[in-house]
């Protein structure tokens, strides 16, 4: 494939890097209409997104250059080749450093944060569909050997050097059966934004498609460097995609409950119908107020 992506005179531009930065700022824009739908300030949306993307790309090269500190102590002008550098623990780390940054964000803002999450839901999964994109082109992350017809076969040294890519040798193309899965995820997560039912649905039902993503894309991944659990019965990824669909499965089934206890007969008057019935609109509303 292409892990350059083009030169600029002796400069080189990653695939990986260029396609991954393209996702960010179509995500970025696409949280701007999916504030809108969710009922998110859309300016402050997108300071989250910011701090959060900083915090992430931070951390993870804080932890290469914890890391590798020896070798740069040797040989300082290698820290400029750390962004070539990928692997899940470093995604991992910078998802975790994002998450956090953009809790406290939100809770110093008092945003709502299920609305908040939902209004993200979407767009990250965008991003992580041209981030697969990306590795596809660099070869990172690559698949098992294969004999189907639509294996890719990576000739490039540079995915060799920069992500241990096997040369010469027809792979399954998992990146692309990942970014396939996501970019459909993305536009079922839109698609049922504005019909939620209540604040976190589509929150929840994200952490749950990205978890089933990532491990049956794992099955199709090749092992090496990913980790092993169960004596080998699942590898790092995969363990980290069950917490996420058992987390999805927890915030549907706690706000299912959440809108079951605000449509209980204590809701205030302003939440009723003339019947006396309880509205969606005052419950959400009661779940507001709650939230800040």
């Not at 999964?125 to 189907?148: D, I, M, N, P």
């Not at 939620?196 to 749950?208: I, K, P, S």
């Not at 978890?211 to 363990?239: K, N």
């Amino acid at each position: 494939m292409h892990p350059v992506l083009f030169h600029l005179g002796a400069i080189l531009i990653p695939a990986y890097g260029a396609l991954a930065a393209l996702g960010v700022v179509l995500a970025l824009f696409l949280a701007q209409r999916t504030a809108r739908i969710a009922g998110v300030d859309s300016a402050q949306l997108w300071n989250l997104c910011v701090l959060a993307l900083f915090a992430a790309l931070v951390s993870q090269r804080l932890l290469l250059v914890a890391a590798n500190w020896s070798e740069l102590r040797a040989h300082p002008s290698w820290i400029l080749s750390l962004g070539i550098v990928h692997h899940p623990l470093l995604g991992a780390a910078g998802a975790l450093a994002g998450v956090g940054a953009a809790l406290l964000y939100a809770r110093s803002r008092r945003l709502a944060l299920w609305s908040t999450a939902d209004a993200l839901a979407a767009p990250v999964v965008l991003g992580l569909a041209f981030e697969q994109l990306g590795a596809l082109l660099a070869g990172s992350g690559y698949g098992t050997e294969t004999t189907v017809r639509w294996a890719v076969t990576y000739t490039d040294p540079l995915a060799a050097q920069w992500s241990g890519t096997p040369l010469g040798v027809p792979l399954h193309p998992v990146q692309a059966y990942a970014a396939l899965a996501f970019l459909t995820l993305s536009i079922l997560l839109l698609v049922y934004l504005p019909s939620r039912r209540q604040q976190g649905d589509v929150f929840g039902r994200a952490l749950l498609g990205i978890g089933v993503t990532v491990f049956l894309a794992e099955l199709w991944r090749d092992p090496e460097g990913r980790g092993a659990l169960l004596s080998g019965a699942l590898d790092g990824p995969q363990a980290a995609a069950v917490l996420l669909v058992l987390a999805g499965g927890w915030v549907l089934l706690e706000r299912k409950g959440a809108c079951q206890r605000l449509r209980s007969p204590i809701l205030s008057p302003e939440g009723r119908r003339k019947d006396g019935a309880p509205t969606f609109e005052g419950a959400q509303a009661k779940e507001e107020a709650a939230n800040d």
